[in-house]
């Protein structure tokens, strides 16, 4: 779980280092480093993330991330195929564009979470 973890970590870093041209980098910055910093706890040091407070605060992390994945949602149709997040529809704006790609940025911070609390749950 080492490895995945690291991977983890390794892609949320690289995610939030993506952000210095958006238009509220903080905030993406940190909804991406939350996530990389649980995957890199956890990878190297397992035994302080399996804690009960660590694992209570990992919780509470992921339920304050799915309450952002809610307020981000995407109302756009077909949000999650590529050539919006790349390109964006000739039928959608500029705005539209951009609400895709935080909704699908707010699902990819809550799939890291969770992958990190169920990879080093207790045995």
């Known amino acids: 779980m ?26 993406w910055v940190s909804i991406y480093l939350v996530p990389g910093l649980w ?32 307020f981000y949602w995407p109302d756009v149709p077909g949000f999650w195929k590529p050539a919006i997040w ?11 564009v951009e609400l895709a790609r935080e909704g699908m940025g707010m699902i990819i911070a809550l799939v890291a979470l969770v992958i990190v609390y169920f990879s080093h749950s207790k045995r």
Request: aromatic share 4%; proline share 4%.
């Open 2 to 27: 080492i490895i995945l973890n690291s991977l983890i970590c390794l892609l949320m870093l690289m995610c939030a280092l993506l952000q210095y041209n958006d238009p509220d980098p903080w905030l």
């Open 86 to 96: 790349w390109h964006g529809d000739l039928a959608m704006t500029t705005s539209q």
């Open 39 to 70: 995957a890199g706890l956890a990878a190297a040091m397992p035994n302080l993330t399996r804690r009960k407070g660590a694992r209570r605060l990992l919780g509470l992390c992921i339920a304050l991330t799915l309450v952002g994945v809610g």
